[in-house]
């Protein structure tokens, strides 16, 4: 994943896109369960009388081990729904093109990079990800997996550095 980050930064910096980061809030929260998979009551939230019912679950909760699965097949499927292809290579980079602009945009459990050469497109994606998903917009990428981006868009450079890290 942090090869696919560094492509797609390369990408940008020698065709001057974009580069924008949005978060997922509560992202594994989206996710649905394909199996039948009960819970205990958790303490406090139990109703008098009903101290033995259990919950059973819809949606995926932090902390159940196929979370990360269900929110990750749920994003892409939300995501192909807005013509976005996922790459073969890496499921989390996925590419929209429409007539001769491109748009990137790569995953990273709840962080995404929005990567491309129009502006309008990316606020449209964007937008269209916040009707979808409790999203909080970053403004142009500063820092991505701990590491701090540096960017020169005149000389087209493109530096990283994890020196707080």
Not at 20 to 30: E, H, S, Y
């Amino acid at each position: 994943m942090a090869k696919s980050i560094r492509i797609m930064l390369s990408l940008a910096a020698w065709y001057d896109y974009e580069i924008w980061q949005m978060d997922v809030k509560t992202a594994f929260l989206n996710g649905f369960v394909e199996e039948e998979i009960y819970m205990d009551q958790l303490e406090g939230f139990t109703s008098v009388g009903e101290e033995q019912k259990v919950y059973h679950l819809q949606r995926s909760i932090y902390g159940l081990k196929q979370a990360s699965r269900s929110w990750n097949i749920h994003f892409g499927d939300v995501i192909r729904g807005y013509d976005f292809i996922k790459n073969d290579f890496d499921p989390c980079v996925y590419k929209k093109v429409s007539g001769s602009s491109v748009a990137f945009l790569v995953l990273y459990v709840d962080d995404i990079l929005l990567i491309g050469d129009d502006v309008k497109m990316l606020g449209d994606t964007k937008a269209w990800l916040s009707t979808q998903f409790s999203m909080k917009n970053l403004g142009e990428a500063s820092y991505i997996l701990r590491i701090k981006i540096i960017r020169d868009r005149s000389k087209r450079m493109l530096g990283m550095t994890q020196t707080s890290y």
